[in-house]
């Protein structure tokens, strides 16, 4: 078989970028037939001046700007477009899925018991005014918004209703919201709670404090796109829609690491269950770090949370498991002890009851 050319017009300068490559790397090695030219990019650069003169049988690209949908369309090669710009319709794209990461967001600050809920975006993105509309849906209509460029950050954060739970549209702009907080004299995370999207560690880790953040699946974004153009690439026909991939997870770092919940013993009870939900615990662990009886227990956390003690604790042992399938090797064995399940076949069946499907299948659709 001839080896394919395949141009990828994609940025190594961010997280999100580099994962997308990933992704594609990990096709290549099951498909060997593939040359592939990487040419040095940075975000919102123009399109390489060899794109022109180069010749090759498919492109992957962030097509970020009218000017790079532009030189690819001249080419006239089958393409797939790793970007939410929307600048070259006509073709097929992959791309996060923005309801997804925004009802991620809006769980994880719910979850900690914040109410008051306020969005950080840059309306100059697709990506971020979508990620604004769903976490609208999810969060309710008091939502407040702030628009990059329309104001003072550090003004707008200290007028936020207290505590407050901040969803930032991706990492960079997390990372100024706990600047504007530190110039506004706002405590993170027990007046302003701040989570983020990409789950970049260089950025998350060197905030201050450390940055919570969705971790998107960008590796399997970047491997839908690679098995999207072999196809294109065999004359196979690849309809031209949206192929959306929903997030891992999140990543809990110290900028989300608290409980804005007023019953204090719900507190204590919740905190226990995430301290100790993947070691194997039952509620009658939880009630143990409670003054409260069962019942108590049951009806003030279902008031403060939205779900028993019970609940919580199989929610956080599916979410540890899904994160082991989408991120490591690990046999199933292994994933069932360090998310805190018996055995395999306990987590199979609990993870049917939670998700409808199975692990394996879960681990295939996560990786690509």
Not at 336 to 343: D, I, M, V, Y
């Amino acid at each position: 078989m001839r080896r394919r050319s395949v141009a990828l017009l994609i940025e190594t300068s961010n997280a999100y970028a580099r994962g997308v490559l990933a992704g594609i790397v990990a096709y290549v090695r099951q498909h060997p037939a593939w040359s592939i030219w990487l040419p040095e990019l940075g975000r919102g650069d123009a399109p390489p001046r060899d794109l022109a003169r180069w010749k090759g049988d498919g492109i992957i690209a962030r097509i970020e700007t009218r000017e790079i949908a532009r030189a690819v369309a001249r080419r006239r090669l089958p393409v797939i477009d790793v970007s939410a710009g929307r600048h070259l319709p006509g073709v097929p794209w992959v791309e996060t899925d923005d309801r997804a990461i925004a009802e991620a967001a809006a769980a994880h600050l719910l979850d900690r018991g914040f109410r008051r809920l306020a969005y950080c975006g840059d309306p100059r993105f697709n990506w971020s005014r979508w990620r604004e509309e769903h976490f609208r849906r999810r969060a309710g209509p008091d939502v407040r918004v702030f628009e990059a460029g329309r104001g003072s950050l550090a003004a707008w954060v200290r007028a936020l209703p207290k505590p407050a739970g901040v969803f930032a549209c991706y990492d960079i702009m997390a990372q100024r919201l706990l600047d504007a907080c530190r110039e506004a004299k706002v405590a993170v995370p027990e007046e302003a709670a701040v989570v983020g999207v990409d789950n970049d560690a260089l950025i998350c880790d060197l905030s201050s404090p450390p940055l919570s953040s969705v971790i998107p699946n960008a590796r399997r974004t970047g491997f839908l796109a690679a098995s999207l153009l072999d196809r294109m690439m065999a004359g196979r026909r690849v309809r031209a829609r949206a192929h959306l991939i929903p997030p891992v997870g999140v990543e809990t770092r110290q900028s989300t690491d608290v409980l804005a919940i007023d019953d204090h013993a719900v507190a204590a009870a919740l905190r226990f269950i995430r301290d100790h939900a993947v070691d194997g615990i039952t509620v009658r662990d939880v009630l143990r770090a409670t003054p409260l009886s069962r019942r108590a227990l049951e009806s003030r956390f279902r008031a403060a949370v939205g779900r028993t003690p019970h609940d919580e604790i199989a929610r956080l042992r599916i979410d540890r498991a899904k994160r082991l399938l989408a991120e490591t090797d690990h046999p199933l064995d292994r994933v069932a002890a360090l998310s805190g399940f018996g055995s395999p076949s306990y987590l199979s069946v609990a993870f049917r009851r939670e998700t409808g499907g199975n692990p394996r299948d879960f681990r295939r659709e996560a990786r690509g």
